[in-house]
Nanobody, 123 residues
């Protein structure tokens, strides 16, 4: 059974950093597209960053230059390094796994989702 599990969320001040982790059991993250999404109250779920099978990455414009997606293939763990956090980054962050090798920013592209981890950034 494929099961992503996120960790690393928390409450920080604007300008600070956080690193989110996502361990995916029953799945080889090196073989397929992986992504981070976020969902803020009153907004639609938003794609934040993706990493395709061969390592190409894509970011939402709102996080480019501040967020970095990476993975540890041996540990089947996906990461999201977030720096210079802003209050508008406040959301529940989800790790998602796709059965496809290429990525899209659409939530419908992903079959497996974690339970989410809360990130709160105060000004």
């Amino acid at each position: 059974q494929v099961r992503p599990v996120e960790s690393g969320g928390g409450s920080v001040q604007a300008g600070e950093s956080l690193r989110l982790s996502c361990y995916v059991s029953g799945y080889s993250i090196a073989s397929y597209c992986m992504a981070w999404f976020r969902h803020a109250p009153g907004k639609e779920r938003e794609g934040v960053a993706t990493m395709a099978r061969f390592g190409s990455t894509n970011y939402a414009d709102s996080v480019k230059g501040r967020f970095t997606i990476s993975r540890d293939n041996q540990d089947d763990t996906l990461y999201l390094e977030m720096i210079s956090l802003k209050p508008e980054d406040t959301a529940v962050y989800y790790c998602a796994a796709s059965g496809n090798t290429e990525c899209r920013m659409s939530p419908g592209w992903y079959f497996y989702w974690g339970q989410g981890t809360q990130v709160t950034v105060s000004s």
